[in-house]
């Protein structure tokens, strides 16, 4: 999209986080540029700005991120805080970390918010977008409705797909018991009270479904390659971000992981905590990955990839303490 225009259309295909967060960028654009805009939101989804992740509605079911650092808007960090203290009740101390359904909420907010002031229209589909062609510079859209849609762009916004499950045997996958999706609506329901249940996996999904099916009378298994488990954020407020110098010119996985090593060893010193370290490679991840050769990425994804995940992907605290409690009991 180009301020130059008179018109712009612009189809969104998703709309959960973000879809609806690119939808509400998109408005921001128009707005600078006053230029008319249409978008329309397709998803099949009953609401707008939950998808899977913020689709739950189980109070136990937490961010994994406190509150501070979750602002859709990045020159606004405490957009997302003020929202919560508005919203919810005092429920959730500053800096805490929010049940994730409220985030939801607070993307729709966002999005009605910007709709509200940006020239133009949005438009929600409740359908899902089937094919598209390029037509004279401009995208013909077919939706699984038999709709069909022309605008000048399109924005893929259709995260995560379901996990494969090519793993289970057929005499698996095509039994009752068996829940390919737990994230899928109703995909829990079908489970025996009483019954005990085996997760295939140990990251932050596992997490969720545990506290979920945990209850007095059931044995919950949990079972992955490596067996190990995400730690937790530090219960105290958490310390400064460490800049991660030096690991930029790094052309290796050998000397990539030497200097990622003395960075946690030297924040750790400082700080006494890894957690900063960590946090503070956030921004360097995706050039620093890119950079490695293929064959470097596959000895990593071999190797160190699961201990990086527990490391980088962290529970709450709060949910780290009932994690606790339910391997405590069995």
Not at 183 to 202: K, M, S
Request: with cysteine; hydrophobic share 45%.
């Amino acid at each position: 999209m180009t301020c130059g225009k008179a018109h712009c259309s612009v189809a969104v295909a998703g709309a959960g986080a973000a879809g609806t967060l690119i939808t509400a960028r998109l408005l921001e654009l128009a707005a600078r540029c006053r230029l008319p805009l249409e978008i329309t939101l397709i998803d099949p989804a009953p609401t707008t700005g939950r998808g899977p992740a913020y689709a739950t509605t189980d109070q136990r079911h937490l961010l994994n991120v406190p509150a501070t650092r979750m602002s859709a808007t990045a020159d606004d960090p405490d957009d997302f805080a003020r929202w919560l203290a508005a919203h919810a009740d005092g429920r959730v101390a500053p800096g805490g970390y929010a049940p994730r359904h409220l985030y939801g909420s607070y993307l729709a907010d966002h999005l009605r918010q910007r709709a509200a002031t940006a020239p133009g229209t949005v438009v929600r589909v409740r359908d899902r977008v089937a094919g598209a062609v390029r037509t004279s510079g401009r995208l013909a859209l077919r939706t699984a409705g038999g709709r069909e849609l022309t605008v000048d762009a399109a924005v893929l916004a259709t995260g995560s797909h379901p996990p494969s499950v090519s793993w289970a045997p057929p005499a698996l996958r095509n039994s009752d018991a068996f829940v390919a999706d737990p994230w899928a609506p109703g995909a829990l329901d079908t489970i025996p009270e009483g019954r005990d249940v085996l997760l295939v996996g140990t990251g932050l999904t596992m997490v969720d479904i545990a506290m979920t099916l945990a209850r007095d009378g059931r044995t919950v298994h949990a079972v992955s390659r490596s067996g190990l488990l995400p730690h937790g954020h530090a219960a105290a407020p958490a310390a400064p971000v460490a800049p991660a110098d030096g690991l930029t010119g790094c052309t290796g996985l050998d000397a990539l992981r030497r200097a990622v090593l003395r960075h946690v060893a030297r924040t750790r010193r400082g700080h006494g905590d890894w957690r900063p370290a960590i946090d503070g490679l956030r921004p360097l991840t995706a050039a620093l990955w890119q950079r490695l050769p293929e064959s470097d990425r596959v000895r990593f994804i071999r190797g160190e990839a699961r201990q990086w995940e527990v490391h980088r992907h962290r529970m709450a605290p709060a949910t780290a303490d009932r994690l606790a409690g339910i391997l405590a009991a069995g």
